[in-house]
C-alpha cells in the first residue's frame, strides 16, 4: 500500500521568503556554454509537488541556459524501472536515499565525483550520515537536498493543562505525558502498527541504543542485537503498563492527533503542514524523545542525480541545476522537510519557518540504513523488522526469537545479495 | 460459457439442410467467419495472449524489473524456488495462497447464499422493488479504493462507525482490522457490501425467465413457497448457478484491493496477505524480482484451470 502517510505537504502560511540573503548566488559551477533542456523527474504528487514546480520555474527564469521540464510520477520505482528497460531515463532525478545503493548497482546512475571535487564540499557540509547514504562501494553517486526524520508532534494545549509545557525529550519526560494522557482521558495512539509509524519510532530508538543493522562487511543481519531487543520491548512494555493501544490501525496516529483525540504523535517530519492546518496555536513539533544512550531517529532523504552515461553541457547543466537547487530549499523546507545543507539550515530565513527548526535539533541524531541494495527492506521487507515487531506488539511473541528469526532471513538475502551487486 | 455459445447454431438451423452451398453469399469464402473474429483476436492476442506466453518466459528467467528480458536464463529455479520448502520464498508464497483459498472458501457460498436470497426477495411483487433493485446493485459500482477506504474508517478502533454501533449496544467490540477472525471478517463484509449487486442482478435474471406456469402448477399440487423455490426455481436456475458460482471463484481467488487497503495484509503477519498481493509486491516493490512474480502468477494461473475445469465438470454431470 502506497503509504497515506508519505509526504502529503499542504504549504500553509509559508513565511516571505524572498531569495535576497538566501545562498542563492555564488555558485562555483558554471553554466553550459550553449543551452539545454533537460527532464528532471520526482516522486512528488502532492503539494510538495507544487512547491518543487515553484522552484523550478525559478530556476528556468533565472538561468536561460538551463531549461528543466519538471515531471510528478506518481508509480515512482515503476516508471523508473521502465524508463531504463526503454532507454528513456531523464537526465536529472530524485532517489530517496536508501534506493541510491540499488540504482547505483544496476547502472541507473552516475558518479557525481566531479561535481563534488568541483563544489568542494564534504560530510561537514551535511550530515555525515545523510552523505554516507549517498555512497555506492565508497563512491558518491547523488546530493541530498533535504532530511525527513521521524518526528514527536504534540498537542500544546491537552499536555499544557496536564502541566506539560516542554516537548518531551527524554524517557522519564516522555512516559510521564504518556501517564498525563491517560489521566486526562485523551486515549488515542501516539503511534499506529505501521511502517510509517510504529517502525520509524523502533527504528529511532534501535539507532538510540547503538543499534546496526548489519555487520562491517554485510554478511551478517544484526538488529537481533541487544539495541534491537530493547527498541521492542520499550514499545512493548508501554503497552503492557496500559500507556499506549496494542493495536492502532495504520494511520490513526494522524486522524486522532488531528482531532484532537490524542496528545502525541510519532510520524514522519512532512505531516507538519497539515498539522499546523488542523491545530494551530496548540501544534508542537520536536525530534523523536531520546530513551536510550544517544539521540537517534529514523530518517529518509530526497537526493539528486544524474542517468548513466550523461556527458557535456547536458552534464554540466544538470550538475548546474543540482548545485542551485541544493542551495535553495527554503520554500521547500516550509513543506515540511530539513534542507540537508548546513548553510540554508545556519541561513536565518530557516528559523523564521515554524516548526520545522524545532524538529531540526535533532538532525545529527538523523540515521539512514546502510548503503546496499535493498537495505530499506531490512526495517520494512517482507519478513523483516515491522512485521515482527507488529506481532509483539499485538501477541505474546519472544521478542529475542521473532528478531533472531528476522535476521537470519536477511542473512540469507544480504548473501545473496552479495553475489548478485557484487559488494 | 455456456450462455455465451448457446446462441449461435440458431442462424445456422434456419437454412434447409443441403441447400447451404447455393443459399452461400456471393464472396463467402471457407475464411470469412474467422475474418468476423479477426478484430477480436487481434486484440486477444496483443493484449492477453502474448503477455500470457511473455510471462512465462519471463518466469524461467532470473528477471528483476530493471533487467527486464536481458536476465539470464534459469530454467525452473524460480520454480524451484517456490516448490522447495527450505528455499525462503516458498514459505510466504505458500502462507498467501492458502490464505487465498480460505478467503474462497469463506466467501464463495456466502456471496452465492445471500445473493440467492437477496435475487428471490426482489423477484417478488412488493412496493419500490424497483428502487430496492437499484440499491442492492449501486455499491459494485464503485471502485476498490472507494470501498476500501469506506469500510477501512468504519472498522477503526476509535471512532469507527461499527465500533460506536457495537459499543452503543453495550457490547464489547472485537478488534477488528488488527486481530483474527476479525480481520478476515472484516474484508469478507466489505466484499459481501461491495459485490453482491452483481450476482443477484445475475441470478433475478435468470428468475424472471422462469415460467410461471410451473410456480401455478405446483401450487395446484400443493407445493409451498419453499418447495417451488427447492424445486422449480433452483434447477432452473442451475445453468446460471454454474456461470455465477464460476465466476465468483475467480473473483474471490482475485482477492486483491480489499485486504491491501482495509488491513494492509496483516495482522500483523501476512495473514491476510492474498497470493496476488503477494506476487505484486515480490515483482513490483521491493525486490523488484519478476521473474519469481512471473512464476507465482503461472502456478496460481494452473490452479485456476483446474479449478475451472472441475467447476464445469461437476455442473455438466449434475445436469445430465
Redesign the interface.
Same mark, same amino acid.
Given at each position: 500500500m502506497p503509504p497515506s502517510g508519505s509526504p502529503d505537504m499542504s504549504p500553509s502560511g509559508s513565511p516571505d521568503m524572498s531569495p535576497s540573503g538566501s545562498p542563492g548566488e555564488g555558485s562555483v559551477i558554471e553554466p553550459p556554454a550553449t543551452a539545454v533542456s533537460l527532464d528532471y523527474w520526482t516522486p512528488f504528487t502532492g503539494a510538495d509537488g507544487d512547491t518543487m514546480e515553484t522552484l523550478v520555474e525559478r530556476f528556468n527564469s533565472e538561468t536561460p541556459n538551463v531549461q528543466m521540464a519538471l515531471q510528478r510520477l506518481d508509480e515512482w520505482d515503476t516508471q523508473l524501472n521502465n524508463a531504463q528497460a526503454a532507454g528513456e531515463l531523464p537526465e536529472v532525478m530524485i532517489l530517496r536515499i536508501d534506493t541510491v545503493p540499488f540504482r547505483a548497482a544496476t547502472e541507473m546512475v552516475q558518479p557525481v565525483t566531479d561535481l563534488i571535487e568541483q563544489l568542494g564540499v564534504g560530510p561537514e557540509d551535511f550530515t555525515e550520515a545523510v552523505w554516507n547514504g549517498t555512497m555506492w562501494k565508497d563512491v558518491q553517486y547523488s546530493v541530498p537536498i533535504d532530511i525527513h526524520p521521524a518526528t514527536l508532534y504534540w498537542n500544546r494545549k491537552i499536555l499544557g493543562e496536564a502541566g506539560i509545557t516542554e516537548a518531551p525529550s527524554d524517557r522519564e519526560s516522555f512516559e510521564a505525558a504518556l501517564q498525563a494522557c491517560q489521566d486526562a482521558g485523551i486515549t488515542g495512539p501516539v503511534w499506529s502498527n505501521h511502517f510509517f509509524s510504529a517502525s520509524l519510532f523502533w527504528a529511532s530508538l534501535f539507532y538510540q541504543g547503538g543499534g546496526e543493522w548489519t555487520n562491517e562487511d554485510f554478511t551478517e543481519a544484526t538488529f537481533n542485537s541487544q539495541a534491537g531487543v530493547d527498541a521492542t520491548e520499550y514499545m512493548v512494555g508501554l503497552v503492557e503498563q496500559g500507556l499506549h493501544p496494542a493495536d492502532a490501525a495504520a494511520d490513526t496516529e494522524v486522524s486522532s492527533f488531528e482531532s484532537g483525540q490524542s496528545c502525541m504523535a510519532i510520524t514522519g517530519i512532512w505531516q507538519t503542514n497539515r498539522f499546523q492546518a488542523a491545530l494551530g496555536e496548540d501544534f508542537g513539533a520536536a525530534p523523536i524523545p531520546q530513551i536510550f544512550d544517544q539521540p537517534g531517529s529514523w530518517a529518509g532523504s530526497h537526493t539528486l542525480a544524474v542517468r548513466n552515461g550523461l556527458e557535456g553541457n547536458e552534464l554540466q547543466g544538470a550538475y548546474y541545476f543540482i548545485d542551485w537547487l541544493s542551495r535553495n530549499t527554503l520554500e521547500w523546507a516550509a513543506g515540511g522537510q530539513i534542507p540537508a545543507r548546513v548553510d540554508v539550515r545556519e541561513d536565518p530565513a530557516f528559523q523564521e519557518i515554524p516548526d520545522v527548526p524545532d524538529i531540526a535539533e535533532g538532525v545529527e541524531g538523523a540515521q539512514y540504513p546502510p548503503p546496499i541494495p535493498g537495505s530499506g527492506d531490512l526495517l520494512g521487507g517482507p519478513g523483516g523488522v515491522t512485521e515482527k515487531l507488529l506481532e509483539a506488539l499485538t501477541g505474546d511473541v519472544d521478542v529475542q526469537a521473532a528478531l533472531d528469526d528476522a535476521a537470519a532471513t536477511y542473512t540469507q538475502i544480504l548473501n545473496e545479495s552479495k553475489e548478485q551487486y557484487d559488494f | 460459457m455456456t450462455a455465451m455459445t448457446a446462441p449461435t447454431p440458431a442462424p445456422a438451423a434456419r437454412g434447409k439442410p443441403g441447400k447451404t452451398e447455393g443459399r452461400r453469399r456471393i464472396g463467402e469464402k471457407w475464411y470469412t467467419p474467422y475474418l468476423f473474429i479477426l478484430p477480436h483476436l487481434s486484440i486477444f492476442l496483443l493484449m492477453i495472449g502474448w503477455p500470457f506466453f511473455y510471462g512465462i518466459y519471463i518466469s524461467l528467467l532470473d528477471a &528483476?524489473?530493471?533487467? $527486464?528480458a536481458s536476465a539470464p536464463f534459469v530454467g525452473l529455479e524460480n520454480y524451484q524456488a517456490l516448490f522447495d520448502p527450505a528455499s525462503?520464498h516458498s514459505g510466504?508464497f505458500w502462507q498467501t495462497f492458502w490464505n487465498t483459498v480460505i478467503f474462497v472458501i469463506l466467501s464463495v457460498p456466502t456471496l452465492i447464499a445471500i445473493s440467492l436470497a437477496l435475487a428471490a426477495l426482489l423477484n417478488s411483487k412488493f412496493r419500490a422493488r424497483n428502487v430496492f433493485r437499484a440499491v442492492y446493485f449501486a455499491p459494485w459500482t464503485l471502485g476498490v479504493s472507494v470501498i476500501g477506504l469506506l469500510w +477501512?474508517w468504519m +472498522? =477503526? @478502533?476509535? $471512532?469507527g462507525l461499527i465500533v460506536d454501533i457495537i459499543g452503543g449496544l453495550g457490547l464489547e467490540s472485537p478488534?477488528w482490522? *488488527?486481530?483474527q477472525p476479525w480481520a478476515w471478517l472484516a474484508i469478507l463484509i466489505a466484499t459481501v457490501w461491495w459485490t453482491i449487486g452483481f450476482n443477484t442482478i445475475i441470478l433475478l435474471a435468470g428468475m424472471q425467465g422462469i415460467a410461471l406456469d410451473l410456480y401455478e402448477a405446483a401450487s395446484i399440487d400443493g407445493a409451498n413457497k419453499w418447495q417451488q423455490f427447492r424445486h422449480i426455481t433452483i434447477p432452473s436456475l442451475k445453468p446460471i448457478l454454474l456461470l455465477v458460482v464460476t465466476l465468483q471463484i475467480i473473483a474471490s481467488f482475485n482477492l486483491f484491493g480489499q485486504p =491491501?487497503?482495509i488491513t494492509?495484509g $496483516?495482522?500483523? &503477519?501476512?495473514q491476510t496477505t492474498p497470493v496476488l498481493l503477494?506476487l505484486y509486491?515480490?515483482g +513490483?516493490? *521491493? @525486490? +523488484?524480482d519478476i521473474g519469481l512474480a512471473a512464476a507465482m502468477a503461472v502456478v496460481v494461473a494452473l490452479v485456476m484451470v483446474v479449478v475451472s475445469v472441475v467447476n464445469f465438470k461437476f455442473f455438466s454431470t449434475e445436469r445430465a
Amino acid at each position: 500500500m502506497p503509504p497515506s502517510g508519505s509526504p502529503d505537504m499542504s504549504p500553509s502560511g509559508s513565511p516571505d521568503m524572498s531569495p535576497s540573503g538566501s545562498p542563492g548566488e555564488g555558485s562555483v559551477i558554471e553554466p553550459p556554454a550553449t543551452a539545454v533542456s533537460l527532464d528532471y523527474w520526482t516522486p512528488f504528487t502532492g503539494a510538495d509537488g507544487d512547491t518543487m514546480e515553484t522552484l523550478v520555474e525559478r530556476f528556468n527564469s533565472e538561468t536561460p541556459n538551463v531549461q528543466m521540464a519538471l515531471q510528478r510520477l506518481d508509480e515512482w520505482d515503476t516508471q523508473l524501472n521502465n524508463a531504463q528497460a526503454a532507454g528513456e531515463l531523464p537526465e536529472v532525478m530524485i532517489l530517496r536515499i536508501d534506493t541510491v545503493p540499488f540504482r547505483a548497482a544496476t547502472e541507473m546512475v552516475q558518479p557525481v565525483t566531479d561535481l563534488i571535487e568541483q563544489l568542494g564540499v564534504g560530510p561537514e557540509d551535511f550530515t555525515e550520515a545523510v552523505w554516507n547514504g549517498t555512497m555506492w562501494k565508497d563512491v558518491q553517486y547523488s546530493v541530498p537536498i533535504d532530511i525527513h526524520p521521524a518526528t514527536l508532534y504534540w498537542n500544546r494545549k491537552i499536555l499544557g493543562e496536564a502541566g506539560i509545557t516542554e516537548a518531551p525529550s527524554d524517557r522519564e519526560s516522555f512516559e510521564a505525558a504518556l501517564q498525563a494522557c491517560q489521566d486526562a482521558g485523551i486515549t488515542g495512539p501516539v503511534w499506529s502498527n505501521h511502517f510509517f509509524s510504529a517502525s520509524l519510532f523502533w527504528a529511532s530508538l534501535f539507532y538510540q541504543g547503538g543499534g546496526e543493522w548489519t555487520n562491517e562487511d554485510f554478511t551478517e543481519a544484526t538488529f537481533n542485537s541487544q539495541a534491537g531487543v530493547d527498541a521492542t520491548e520499550y514499545m512493548v512494555g508501554l503497552v503492557e503498563q496500559g500507556l499506549h493501544p496494542a493495536d492502532a490501525a495504520a494511520d490513526t496516529e494522524v486522524s486522532s492527533f488531528e482531532s484532537g483525540q490524542s496528545c502525541m504523535a510519532i510520524t514522519g517530519i512532512w505531516q507538519t503542514n497539515r498539522f499546523q492546518a488542523a491545530l494551530g496555536e496548540d501544534f508542537g513539533a520536536a525530534p523523536i524523545p531520546q530513551i536510550f544512550d544517544q539521540p537517534g531517529s529514523w530518517a529518509g532523504s530526497h537526493t539528486l542525480a544524474v542517468r548513466n552515461g550523461l556527458e557535456g553541457n547536458e552534464l554540466q547543466g544538470a550538475y548546474y541545476f543540482i548545485d542551485w537547487l541544493s542551495r535553495n530549499t527554503l520554500e521547500w523546507a516550509a513543506g515540511g522537510q530539513i534542507p540537508a545543507r548546513v548553510d540554508v539550515r545556519e541561513d536565518p530565513a530557516f528559523q523564521e519557518i515554524p516548526d520545522v527548526p524545532d524538529i531540526a535539533e535533532g538532525v545529527e541524531g538523523a540515521q539512514y540504513p546502510p548503503p546496499i541494495p535493498g537495505s530499506g527492506d531490512l526495517l520494512g521487507g517482507p519478513g523483516g523488522v515491522t512485521e515482527k515487531l507488529l506481532e509483539a506488539l499485538t501477541g505474546d511473541v519472544d521478542v529475542q526469537a521473532a528478531l533472531d528469526d528476522a535476521a537470519a532471513t536477511y542473512t540469507q538475502i544480504l548473501n545473496e545479495s552479495k553475489e548478485q551487486y557484487d559488494f | 460459457m455456456t450462455a455465451m455459445t448457446a446462441p449461435t447454431p440458431a442462424p445456422a438451423a434456419r437454412g434447409k439442410p443441403g441447400k447451404t452451398e447455393g443459399r452461400r453469399r456471393i464472396g463467402e469464402k471457407w475464411y470469412t467467419p474467422y475474418l468476423f473474429i479477426l478484430p477480436h483476436l487481434s486484440i486477444f492476442l496483443l493484449m492477453i495472449g502474448w503477455p500470457f506466453f511473455y510471462g512465462i518466459y519471463i518466469s524461467l528467467l532470473d528477471a &528483476t524489473s530493471v533487467t $527486464g528480458a536481458s536476465a539470464p536464463f534459469v530454467g525452473l529455479e524460480n520454480y524451484q524456488a517456490l516448490f522447495d520448502p527450505a528455499s525462503r520464498h516458498s514459505g510466504r508464497f505458500w502462507q498467501t495462497f492458502w490464505n487465498t483459498v480460505i478467503f474462497v472458501i469463506l466467501s464463495v457460498p456466502t456471496l452465492i447464499a445471500i445473493s440467492l436470497a437477496l435475487a428471490a426477495l426482489l423477484n417478488s411483487k412488493f412496493r419500490a422493488r424497483n428502487v430496492f433493485r437499484a440499491v442492492y446493485f449501486a455499491p459494485w459500482t464503485l471502485g476498490v479504493s472507494v470501498i476500501g477506504l469506506l469500510w +477501512f474508517w468504519m +472498522f =477503526q @478502533p476509535t $471512532g469507527g462507525l461499527i465500533v460506536d454501533i457495537i459499543g452503543g449496544l453495550g457490547l464489547e467490540s472485537p478488534r477488528w482490522i *488488527s486481530t483474527q477472525p476479525w480481520a478476515w471478517l472484516a474484508i469478507l463484509i466489505a466484499t459481501v457490501w461491495w459485490t453482491i449487486g452483481f450476482n443477484t442482478i445475475i441470478l433475478l435474471a435468470g428468475m424472471q425467465g422462469i415460467a410461471l406456469d410451473l410456480y401455478e402448477a405446483a401450487s395446484i399440487d400443493g407445493a409451498n413457497k419453499w418447495q417451488q423455490f427447492r424445486h422449480i426455481t433452483i434447477p432452473s436456475l442451475k445453468p446460471i448457478l454454474l456461470l455465477v458460482v464460476t465466476l465468483q471463484i475467480i473473483a474471490s481467488f482475485n482477492l486483491f484491493g480489499q485486504p =491491501q487497503i482495509i488491513t494492509d495484509g $496483516g495482522p500483523p &503477519t501476512a495473514q491476510t496477505t492474498p497470493v496476488l498481493l503477494h506476487l505484486y509486491v515480490t515483482g +513490483f516493490r *521491493s @525486490p +523488484f524480482d519478476i521473474g519469481l512474480a512471473a512464476a507465482m502468477a503461472v502456478v496460481v494461473a494452473l490452479v485456476m484451470v483446474v479449478v475451472s475445469v472441475v467447476n464445469f465438470k461437476f455442473f455438466s454431470t449434475e445436469r445430465a
